[in-house]
């Protein structure tokens, strides 16, 4: 199975900027559809961003311009460049991977189509 392993947190001021990674282990996850979660203190887990092996990426309406969603497939790792960084971003960040491609096309960031998660990254922002 694969195993996922995320870094690139830390504590920045608010318009600053942090590049997450998550690497995968095990097996290659090419073809495999990637996400990012975030998870603040007594708030729900929300989706952040999708991409598709074909490149297809989808955004929440909170970071979307901000948060590019990428990949390395060289170096089996996906990344997330979060820019412009607000006090309301931080929170834990995880990523996620599964092997049901057609999931990564529907509606919405749900973060029960993953069945693989990494233990998370936090992320704090100082205003």
């Known amino acids: 199975q694969v195993q996922l392993v995320e870094s690139g947190g830390g504590s920045v001021q608010a318009g600053g900027s942090l590049r997450l990674s998550c690497a995968a282990f095990?097996?290659?996850?090419?073809?495999?559809?990637m996400g990012w979660f975030r998870q603040a203190p007594g708030k729900e887990r929300e989706g952040v961003a999708r991409?598709?092996?074909?490149?297809?990426?989808r955004y929440a309406d909170s970071v979307k311009g901000r948060f590019p969603i990428s990949q390395d497939n060289a170096k089996n790792t996906v990344y997330l460049q979060m820019n412009s960084l607000k006090p309301e971003d931080a929170a834990m960040y995880y990523c996620?991977?599964?092997?049901?491609?057609?999931?990564?096309?529907?509606?919405?960031?749900?973060?029960?189509?993953?069945?693989?998660w990494g233990q998370g990254t936090q992320v704090t922002v100082s205003s």
């Open positions: 996620a991977a599964d092997y049901r491609r057609d999931y990564c096309y529907r509606g919405g960031i749900q973060g029960a189509d993953f069945a693989y």
């Open positions: 095990g097996y290659s996850y090419s073809g495999y559809c």
């Open positions: 991409i598709a092996s074909d490149g297809t990426t």
